[in-house]
């Protein structure tokens, strides 16, 4: 398997036809894997406000005040606004918001970035990401297009790639009913293939002024496995999150 970066891509606009700009630079075979950082994705739709869009309610007043409590640094409550209207659920509001997509995906501030947008002031994850993934590969002729994020880890100090939207292919891997070299039949081993190919294509695109943020994987072999599309875990089997809806900080 190998990876390279895109080169050459220069600063997406809303209503940039994003798979263009793939083709125009780089020769793709039908099996490749393209996997699109979600802040370029998020720029040709369009999903790019300033903080006067939000204006802070009741709810993102208290949030901001409770932050600030806790961290001792200004926080503005329209921010904590727009990270209420990008969410479906508040696990956490302090120290930090965390928070739980439409489309599935828990992470810090709904995922919202406030860096590398030159002309305003916030950038949203893409509403529907696999649906942008669809689009992408529509145009595209790789069969396969991942649309990632870089996120924190539960147990694990700084950020890695994820996986938040993918088209043609599964998300993961099943390979339950195999066995290991014993013969020992594997009972829960479920390989989450769309994280491990985000967190091997943000070694390119890196986390800074790179301008790299497009990854094509190649010669990337699925084998012969199940696969599905689950990649979110149910409120029901996810542990760590009952725990977090009983847990305060203080």
């Given at each position: 398997m190998q990876l390279f970066a895109v080169p050459d891509v220069p600063e997406i606009r809303p209503g940039d036809d994003l798979a263009a700009v793939v083709r125009d630079r780089v020769d793709l075979r039908e099996d490749d894997v393209v996997c699109v950082a979600s802040t370029v994705v998020s720029k040709a739709?369009?999903?790019?406000?300033?903080?006067?869009?939000?204006?802070?309610?009741?709810?993102?007043?208290?949030?901001?005040?409770?932050?600030?409590?806790?961290?001792?640094?200004?926080?503005?409550?329209?921010?904590?606004?727009?990270?209420?209207?990008?969410?479906?659920?508040?696990?956490?509001?302090?120290?930090?918001?965390?928070?739980?997509?439409?489309?599935?995906?828990?992470?810090v501030n709904a995922g919202i970035d406030r860096s590398n947008v030159p002309d305003h002031d916030l950038l949203l994850l893409p509403k529907r990401p696999s649906e942008s993934a669809e689009r992408i590969r529509s145009e595209l002729p790789a069969d396969r297009v991942v649309v990632t994020d870089t996120c924190?880890?539960?147990?694990?100090?700084?950020?890695?790639?994820?996986?938040?939207?993918?088209?043609?292919?599964?998300?993961?891997?099943d390979w339950r009913g195999e066995t290991d070299r014993d013969g020992?039949?594997?009972?829960?081993?479920?390989?989450?293939?769309?994280?491990?190919?985000?967190?091997?294509?943000?070694?390119?695109?890196?986390?800074?002024?790179?301008?790299?943020?497009?990854?094509?994987?190649?010669?990337?072999?699925?084998?012969?496995?199940?696969?599905?599309?689950?990649?979110?875990?149910?409120?029901?089997?996810?542990?760590?999150?009952?725990?977090?809806?009983?847990w305060q900080y203080e």
């Open positions: 739709e369009g999903r790019l406000f300033d903080l006067e869009d939000f204006p802070a309610g009741p709810r993102a007043r208290e949030i901001a005040q409770t932050l600030e409590a806790a961290t001792g640094e200004e926080k503005d409550p329209r921010f904590a606004q727009a990270v209420l209207e990008e969410s479906v659920d508040l696990l956490m509001e302090s120290p930090f918001l965390l928070t739980e997509t439409r489309f599935g995906h828990v992470g924190g880890r539960p147990f694990r100090h700084g950020q890695r790639g994820v996986a938040i939207g993918w088209a043609g292919m599964h998300a993961s891997r020992r039949e594997l009972g829960v081993t479920v390989e989450n293939v769309v994280d491990e190919l985000a967190a091997a294509a943000n070694l390119l695109t890196g986390e800074g002024d790179g301008g790299t943020p497009v990854v094509v994987v190649r010669d990337f072999e699925w084998g012969d496995h199940a696969g599905s599309d689950n990649h979110y875990r149910e409120l029901a089997g996810d542990f760590v999150r009952q725990a977090i809806r009983g």
